[in-house]
């Protein structure tokens, strides 16, 4: 939508910069919120901001933009947020005649945590952990074959995140970091922790199904901060595109799609992490109540089940609330930034007992 980065091939400090760039990667017909990108704008305006990619699944957030890469030469931790290394895994998991009905009453509870700050639980929101089928192969890859079993895993760092986050906006509000030494130490420490903790809950799932636990295929965190040559890359729900796989989450209703990431500078280097809210959870949860029972809601159109035990949980992040997951792929795809390599449709989704 705008003129490319002033930053060419990797993330260099210009010399010179006038104002902060803005693109965001959407065809024309994908549902963008104009206050969405309004937040882009907003953010670009900040000192030492440099340029801000707004992905497919760009939505409104809390004083920030949810599914945006963008770079500065000031670290801004609100731009990152509150659920530091939040992120998606995918690994694979091996059962004999797998029904979604009895595997759905083998979840084990994900709320009880097995060690200290909520180790091995799962979390609220748009967090979950799914069961998932490989649905349709678009490109080679080992170990990724159509009818394989895959468990995907959505979760971050739990209260820690929130607790970094709540240290600085108390003392200096939106600001930047006065110390980002400090507050990257901190902020490293959270992502291990969120990656560790999505190894966890998929041995505590894999182990209550019957399975043995794997190795993830993927694990990429969406909402972090990276620093490179005087140059502050923050994500917020937004992966890692520099040539690496990526899962992109659909909703428990529809598919998921894992790419191959090769997105640019013009992007950030970053892909979308999800479908992208297209209502806002008190909307989801009108127009639903409206619309559909708690029981229609715990099976879904592709007729996985949906392990949910809070009634409004259940409303807010029905598979309507979204935006189109192919939607979001082919505008990844028809800008260069990914190419598919297989589609995953979900047996069993869990979200909290």
């Known amino acids: 939508m705008t003129s490319p980065p002033p930053s060419p091939g990797s993330l260099e ?111 609220r929101g748009n967090h979950f952990v799914e069961l998932a089928r490989v649905d349709e192969v678009f490109a080679d890859r080992p170990g990724l074959a159509k009818g394989d079993l895959l468990l995907i895993v959505h979760s971050g760092s739990r209260g820690i995140g929130e607790r970094i986050l709540r240290r600085h906006t108390e003392v200096h509000g939106a600001g930047p970091a006065p110390d980002p030494e400090t507050y990257i130490k901190e902020h490293d420490d959270a992502v291990r922790w969120g990656s560790r903790n999505r190894r966890v809950l998929a041995d505590r799932v894999a182990r209550a199904l019957g399975a043995a636990p794997e190795e993830p295929l993927v694990d990429e965190c969406h909402n972090l901060v990276t620093y490179e040559n005087g140059v502050y890359l923050h994500r917020k729900g937004a992966a890692r595109g520099d040539r690496r796989d990526v899962l992109i989450a ?53 007729g996985s089940i949906v392990v949910c035990g809070d009634r409004q949980l259940l409303f807010e992040e029905a598979p309507t609330a979204y935006k189109r997951i192919e939607q979001v792929v082919g505008d990844l795809t028809s800008h260069g930034l990914a190419t598919p390599i297989v589609a995953t449709v979900p047996l069993v989704t869990y979200k909290t007992r």
Not at 108 to 114: C, H
Not at 259 to 272: I, L, M, Q
Not at 273 to 290: E, I
């Open 13 to 123: 400090k210009p010399e010179e910069v006038l104002s902060a760039t803005v693109r965001v990667f959407a065809s024309p017909s994908s549902w963008i919120e104009s206050s969405a990108v309004d937040q882009c704008h907003q953010v670009a305006a900040l000192d030492g901001m440099l340029h801000v990619a707004g992905m497919p699944d760009l939505h409104p957030g809390k004083g920030a933009p949810i599914g945006a890469a963008m770079t500065s030469t000031v670290l801004y931790p609100f731009l990152v947020g509150s659920d530091i290394g939040c992120g998606i895994a995918v690994f694979p998991i091996r059962l004999k005649r797998p029904s979604p009905e009895k595997l759905a009453a083998r979840f084990p509870d994900l709320d009880k945590p097995l060690g200290d700050d909520g180790l091995g639980t799962l979390g």
């Open 250 to 302: 659909g909703t428990r209703g529809t598919r998921s799609f894992l790419v191959a990431a090769h997105a640019g500078p013009e992007a950030n280097f970053s892909v979308a992490h999800g479908a992208g809210r297209k209502m806002s959870r008190a909307d989801a949860l009108r127009r639903g109540k409206a619309k559909h029972t708690v029981a229609e809601l715990r099976r879904t159109p592709v």
